[in-house]
């Protein structure tokens, strides 16, 4: 699930709503931060707490075969998309 908000403070007000109200459960682990800003660096002292627990703030994620970059730029999800179908394709052809 990709959930998007403009602060964290909002989307964890909304999320810990939403978990009360459907009995979701979140695992920590696989939870992922991508800050998305267009240009500078994102610096390293920012740290988000979910539940008391550290969450990981990471520059790209793969969700679904799309890359997300902290840059909001899809060139990453486009370079990688193709280079799967060209490899889909070299596999058809060998046969």
């Given at each position: 699930m990709v959930l998007l908000s403009l602060t964290f403070d909002t989307f964890c007000r909304w999320y810990g709503n939403f978990c009360?109200?459907?009995?979701?459960?979140?695992?920590?682990?696989?939870?992922?931060?991508?800050?998305?800003?267009?240009?500078?660096r994102i610096p390293?002292?920012?740290e988000f707490l979910?539940?008391?627990k550290r969450v990981d703030v990471?520059?790209?994620?793969?969700?679904?075969?799309?890359?997300?970059?902290?840059?909001?730029?899809?060139?990453?999800?486009?370079?990688?998309?193709?280079g799967q179908a060209l490899k889909a394709?070299?596999?058809m052809n060998t046969y």
């Open positions: 009360k109200q459907s009995s979701w459960i979140t695992n920590i682990d696989k939870t992922k931060v991508v800050i998305f800003k267009k240009g500078g390293n002292d920012i979910y539940d008391g990471v520059n790209k994620f793969n969700y679904l075969v799309v890359v997300f970059s902290s840059g909001g730029s899809f060139s990453i999800a486009q370079s990688t998309i193709s394709i070299f596999k």
